[in-house]
């Protein structure tokens, strides 16, 4: 098959190292221009991008994916499939080029989790089970009819980052397999909206975009929704949240593991510090205090709970807020 892949972020790499080790020509890589980052501001190439220079693939960064230009190059190169892993959403000028469709992996198991954070949510959200999806991209996003799936269970002490490197791999295979039986005829497609009918009863999830206001932590939860939050973003974007200190000057820390405790609160207020010894901080939630294991004060090195005491002198005149 002679194909366009659109990808970012390390998530995508290995679907496209499948896709090329399944023997596939790939004839370009759409992948976001480079941007400036860290303190020196210097710019930064996109993991996709960095992979497909090592292979000699022909990179396209394009700014707008409306741009006329940009849809001549596509449309003359003509693929017989687009393929788009973890890339921003595509206009129907640029989706409808191929004649066997674009199709997109996504990591959930759709229609649960449509969104751009669907790894992070469902372990914030407790869930045992995610999996990963392959589907026709239409004009909304992520609401395409689902080809294959592949369920992929979450475990308790999973982070973002355990499950997100387990998810690229699985999804990977899901992708060329589903390739493979386009390209000979054999797809069944089904509808979202026909799935969405047939269950009334499920809980369906989304999966927006994360901002800070949202991985900070609030302690007034119980100690095991607080645990999923922490994990579900280790370690990036990370949980936060903000130390007070005895003179009432304020730090802010981010947590990056804890461990669930059957240390009871009583009549302690949400975020109080406890010392459990001298190497474990308890932090008071709402029905136990959660053992805090490593965690970042801003402008430091990220370090385990006994440096952090000790470094920091931190006592139960401390708290979290």
Known sequence: ????????????????????????????????????????????QSPVKDFAISRGLKILQPLNLKDSDFIQTITEMDPEMQIVVAFRMMPQVLWSIPQKGTINLHASLLPNYRGAAPINHAIINGETESGLTTFYINEV?????ILFQDKVSIEEQDTFETLHDRMKVIGANLLVSTIQKIESGAV??????????????QEWRIAPKINKEFCRIDWHQESAKVYDHIRGLSPYPSAYSILKNPDSSTTNIKIYSSEKTEIEV????????????????????KDFFLNIKSLKPEGKNLMEAKDFINGYNVDETYSMI
């Open 141 to 145: 996003i992520d609401t395409g009819d």
């Open 1 to 44: 098959m002679k194909v366009i892949f659109y990808g970012t972020p390390d998530f995508a790499v290995d679907s496209l190292s499948a896709i090329i080790g399944a023997g596939h020509e790939v004839l370009a890589v759409v992948t976001a221009p480079d941007r400036a980052a860290g303190r020196g501001r210097k710019l930064k």
């Open 188 to 201: 069944i497609r089904k509808s979202q909206s026909e799935l969405l009918k047939a269950d009334l009863e």
């Open 266 to 285: 009583g009549n302690q207020k949400p975020g109080t510090i406890q010392l459990l010894n001298k190497t474990n901080i308890g932090v008071a939630c």
